[in-house]
């Protein structure tokens, strides 16, 4: 069997899916899709058969004598079933029959797939006209191209798609929106034209019959024109002359209330320069008092610091005296301090010797006041021995 043609793919799905992705990755995928396939292709033998049975005669070289044997049959079976539906009759029969054509349509099917040249050349020869079927095709089709979108779309693919859609949704709705206002705008600049181009063509149809009569009357308006153009003329020059006359009047105004202007400002310059030279003068004065001022108190701080100079001096010699004598009391402490530190370290080590004395007389004491002690306890006790003894001895005697 030959492998039938691949069903269109919409250019939506192809905008959102990489065409690198839109071919099938599994072997279950492959088969669905060649399932699908094989069924539109027989949806459109299906769809073309009523046009070849219509004219047999014409096709009948082309598809041989066995489909058209089998065509006729079919045809056959076709009629009597609408024969069957436009009377009542047993419905046994009508199941039979129904069966027969089920079966007849199968071979059909068949025999044309097994020749698929055959199926492409009446594709192209055979003038389909419009019918429900075609409605149900079409949407098989994309059923299929939907149910490889989603073989081929993976989860995240999915809601990228998704979302892109509601985007998509959201800017045709604005674009509807910017479209249904142009289309207002449209309409009213179309109605605005229509106005203009009904109302220009009013002009027209007057500009017409106007030209109509003026060609009618053309000399005497002509003259009338010319009277009236001479006229006009005249009475455009009268205009001019006195207009052109009241603008040199005004002019010579202007330029009056100009000189006037020019004169006021002169002298309203010439008071500012006075004030500005004044004040000039007055800061130099003023300048010139402060630098005497200056000159006078530097002039009184020298004297004071020559007057202290002297005194300076004399404070510094006896500041440098008594300085030497501190220098020389600082070496004196210097030395004190050492001899001071020396006497202490040797108390020190003296008053460490009379303790360590003290602390070796009272060990020594303690000693002999143990040793002492322990001596008078051993007395004693070998006196309460002796006595123990001889008192032992005593009652063994009277025994």
Known sequence: MATPRKAGIPLGVMKVLDPRQLKPDSMETERILTVLDETIVKLEITRLIPQITGSLERYARMLGPEITSTLLEHQKLSMEIQHLLTSPGDEKSM????????????????????NPLLYHGLKYEVRVRQSPADVFVKAFMEFRDFTLERLLTTPDEEKEKIQLMKDISLQVEKNTETISALQGELAGVIQTRDEEVSRKDKTIENLKTNMEDLAKNCKADIRLIMKEGEKQ?????EASQDRCARLKQDIQHLGTQFNA?????????LVLRKEKCKAEKEIQKWVQKYDTDMTEKQVLVLSALLSHKTTYEEVQAV???????????MEKHAMLLQEYTQIEE??????????????????????????QAFWKGYLVRSIYKSKLKKGKGKGKGKK
């Open 95 to 114: 199941r039979a029959l129904e069966q027969c054509l089920k079966c007849s349509l199968r071979n059909i099917l068949r025999l044309f797939l097994a």
């Open 233 to 237: 003329k005249k009475e455009d020059e």
């Open 261 to 269: 202007l020019v004169l006021e400002h002169r002298a309203s310059e």
């Open 319 to 329: 500041y440098n005296e008594e300085k030497e004598q501190l220098s020389l009391l």
């Open 346 to 371: 040797e108390r020190r080590m003296l008053k460490e010797k009379e303790e360590e004395a003290a602390r070796e007389e009272a060990r020594r004491n303690d000693a002999a006041t143990c040793i």
